[in-house]
């Protein structure tokens, strides 16, 4: 079986020099191979197949099969990292606490241990009312973007 340890080391060697990173990677039984991946900047299809095409020419399907599937990282996924925090700063996201009590509102900080939002408006005697929260990422169970449609 291919170990996971050498294809995060092809990763890590392909993606060197780059703002982009892997989010997940797996190797599942049967050689099943596949990897997240985000960046600080725009991700495309170009970087995927770039990843793809590097790791499958540093294996030899001759002496091990396997199947590899390089995708990148959904809006509609929770954060893995606290790298995907940074990149999405000014988005609306929606936070799952440790106590399942679910945020909703725009990122506007990051640092190591926490994290700045500006809670979604509640109505207040018909007027919108925002207030900004810190979070301690010790309490947040999961975040994801808010995808919003206008």
Same mark, same amino acid.
């Given at each position: 079986?291919?170990?996971?340890?050498?294809?995060?080391?092809?990763?890590?060697?392909?993606?060197?020099?780059?703002?982009?990173?892997?989010?997940?990677?797996?190797?599942?039984?049967?050689?099943?191979?596949?990897?997240?991946?985000?960046?600080?900047?725009?991700?495309?299809?170009?970087?995927?197949?770039?990843?793809?095409?590097?790791?499958?020419?540093?294996? #030899?399907? =001759? &002496?091990?099969?396997? %199947?590899? *599937? !390089?995708?990148?990282?959904?809006?509609?996924?929770?954060?893995?990292?606290?790298?995907?925090?940074?990149?999405?700063?000014?988005? #609306?996201? =929606? &936070?799952?606490?440790? %106590?399942? *009590? !679910?945020?909703?509102?725009?990122?506007?900080?990051?640092?190591?241990?926490?994290?700045?939002?500006?809670?979604?408006?509640?109505?207040?005697?018909?007027?919108?009312?925002?207030?900004?929260?810190?979070?301690?990422?010790?309490?947040?169970?999961?975040?994801?973007?808010?995808?919003?449609?206008?």
């Amino acid at each position: 079986m291919i170990e996971k340890a050498k294809i995060v080391e092809l990763a890590n060697e392909c993606l060197q020099d780059t703002d982009k990173y892997v989010v997940d990677l797996q190797v599942k039984t049967g050689n099943i191979i596949s990897i997240v991946l985000d960046g600080d900047t725009a991700l495309n299809i170009v970087d995927c197949i770039q990843l793809s095409k590097f790791i499958e020419s540093k294996l #030899d399907r =001759e &002496i091990e099969d396997f %199947d590899l *599937k !390089v995708s990148s990282f959904g809006a509609d996924k929770p954060f893995k990292l606290k790298r995907q925090y940074q990149k999405n700063i000014g988005r #609306d996201v =929606e &936070i799952t606490m440790d %106590d399942d *009590k !679910v945020l909703q509102g725009k990122l506007l900080e990051v640092n190591e241990e926490m994290i700045k939002i500006k809670l979604s408006g509640k109505k207040k005697k018909d007027q919108l009312t925002e207030e900004d929260l810190m979070i301690d990422f010790d309490h947040i169970k999961q975040t994801k973007c808010t995808l919003i449609f206008r």
